[in-house]
């Protein structure tokens, strides 16, 4: 198992920046893909950014492309959201999330994470 603990999230003004990050123990963390969903009121959660294993490969939603940077620290075990030119319908709780099967083509589906942090919530006022 792995446990996944996100910080750095806040309220922020639109145009500004924020950076998350994703802690893990318990496991190997370079076992892992890891990505980041978000959910905001009322809406389904949805993909976001995510990365391979030892972040060859990345890919973003359309909505985010060009403004946030999905990035690793193997050594470190942490997971960085680097998120630029904030909008308030950046507004949600952003989930970290892994699993330990093949990257593939299905990144973007949520089924495929097994393992899952708490969240943590962004605010983007205008």
């Known amino acids: 198992q792995v446990q996944l603990v996100e910080s750095g999230g806040g309220l922020v003004q639109a145009g500004g920046s924020l950076r998350l990050s994703c802690a893990a123990s318990?496991?190997?963390?370079?076992?892992?893909?890891m990505g980041w969903f978000r959910q905001a009121p009322g809406k389904e959660r949805e993909f976001v950014a995510a990365?391979?294993?030892?972040?060859?490969?990345?890919d973003y939603a359309d909505s985010v492309k060009g403004r946030f940077t999905i990035s690793r620290d193997n050594g470190k075990n942490i997971m960085f959201l680097q998120m630029a030119s904030l909008k308030p319908e950046d507004t949600a709780v952003y989930y970290c999330?892994?699993?330990?099967?093949?990257?593939?083509?299905?990144?973007?589906?949520?089924?495929?994470?097994?393992?899952w942090g708490q969240g943590t919530q962004v605010t983007v006022s205008s």
């Open positions: 318990g496991r190997t963390f370079s076992r892992y893909v």
């Open positions: 999330a892994a699993h330990d099967g093949s990257y593939s083509g299905n990144y973007y589906s949520q089924s495929k994470y097994n393992y």
């Open positions: 990365i391979s294993r030892y972040g060859s490969t990345t």
